[in-house]
């Protein structure tokens, strides 16, 4: 067991940790920046769209290009994958352009499936969170990930890094056909690891992950303003909230 303290907060009794992996221990505005800009330039080859358009689809999938920077308030930081391909179809009815979930998703399959042949160039480890997460690995804390991304993208990051061994159970988005926020994902991790939600914290960069842990029945989440959302809004979620996770103190019981 251990405790985890900042000068405003102590969190005690903790024999487990959850992570989500972008913008928690990848830099996301790098990543996703990029993988938004593929898919974009691919929706306006696929619907003969004008090339103009590409800063707009950009925005509408929450990337501003002029910038190189995600939107903290956009769909990419607020809602997990379905959510965000519904909003984008709506979206491109602006554009006069109808279209389907399931055409918009075939879409976004087949640019991960260019994407992450060379996704070691798109990839940015958080420098702080690893070094975080090395330390309660090494002090016997079980360490899971749930994300929305896909397990088989975030198992190729792992083995890029040679992170394996410091995770112990990944669910993903094809892991469950549940959301993120449900907890049902949270709760796979959970089962995987032989947790006891009591005894297990969150650790994510947005509301969902916050959502994801409620109703996984953890009651502590922990949130970290290196992915797209400050420090002030994340507080109006989480307490438990800090700027980068070096701001822990790991205390052993």
């Given at each position: 067991?251990?405790?985890?303290?900042?000068?405003?907060w102590?969190?005690?009794?903790?024999?487990?940790i959850?992570?989500?992996?972008?913008?928690?221990?990848?830099?996301?505005?790098?990543?996703?920046?990029?993988?938004?800009?593929?898919?974009?330039?691919?929706?306006?080859?696929?619907?003969?769209?004008?090339?103009?358009?590409?800063?707009?689809?950009?925005?509408?999938?929450?990337?501003?290009?002029?910038?190189?920077?995600?939107?903290?308030?956009?769909?990419?930081?607020?809602?997990?994958?379905?959510?965000?391909?519904?909003?984008?179809?709506?979206?491109?009815?602006?554009?006069?352009?109808?279209?389907?979930?399931?055409?918009?998703?075939?879409?976004?399959?087949?640019?991960?499936?260019?994407?992450?042949?060379?996704?070691?160039?798109?990839?940015?480890?958080?420098?702080?969170?690893?070094?975080?997460?090395?330390?309660?690995?090494?002090?016997?804390?079980?360490?899971?990930?749930?994300?929305?991304?896909?397990?088989e993208s975030?198992?190729?990051?792992?083995k890029?890094?040679?992170?394996?061994?410091?995770?112990?159970?990944v669910?993903?988005?094809?892991?469950t056909?549940?959301?993120?926020?449900?907890?049902?994902?949270?709760?796979?991790?959970?089962?995987?690891?032989?947790?006891?939600?009591?005894?297990?914290?969150?650790?994510?960069?947005?509301?969902?992950?916050y959502?994801?842990?409620?109703?996984?029945?953890?009651?502590?989440?922990?949130?970290?303003?290196?992915?797209?959302?400050?420090?002030?809004?994340?507080?109006?979620?989480?307490?438990?909230?800090?700027?980068?996770?070096?701001e822990?103190?790991?205390?052993?019981?």
């Amino acid at each position: 067991m251990i405790n985890l303290k900042t000068k405003d907060w102590t969190i005690s009794n903790i024999d487990t940790i959850l992570f989500d992996k972008d913008g928690t221990f990848i830099d996301l505005h790098y990543f996703w920046g990029k993988m938004t800009e593929l898919r974009a330039k691919e929706v306006i080859k696929r619907f003969s769209m004008k090339d103009e358009l590409f800063p707009k689809l950009c925005m509408y999938l929450g990337y501003d290009i002029t910038t190189g920077k995600m939107l903290k308030d956009g769909i990419t930081a607020l809602y997990s994958r379905p959510k965000i391909i519904d909003i984008f179809c709506e979206n491109l009815k602006e554009c006069r352009v109808h279209t389907t979930h399931q055409e918009i998703e075939k879409i976004f399959d087949y640019i991960n499936t260019i994407f992450y042949k060379e996704m070691e160039k798109y990839t940015k480890p958080i420098e702080s969170a690893i070094d975080f997460i090395r330390k309660v690995n090494s002090l016997g804390i079980k360490c899971g990930i749930v994300t929305s991304d896909s397990k088989e993208s975030t198992l190729l990051t792992l083995k890029h890094f040679h992170w394996e061994d410091l995770f112990k159970s990944v669910i993903g988005r094809e892991s469950t056909p549940e959301h993120k926020e449900s907890g049902i994902p949270a709760k796979m991790a959970l089962e995987e690891l032989g947790a006891d939600p009591k005894t297990t914290i969150m650790i994510g960069d947005a509301p969902m992950d916050y959502l994801a842990a409620v109703n996984a029945g953890i009651k502590k989440t922990i949130l970290v303003a290196t992915g797209q959302i400050e420090k002030e809004s994340l507080l109006e979620t989480s307490p438990y909230t800090v700027n980068t996770l070096n701001e822990i103190e790991i205390e052993v019981e």
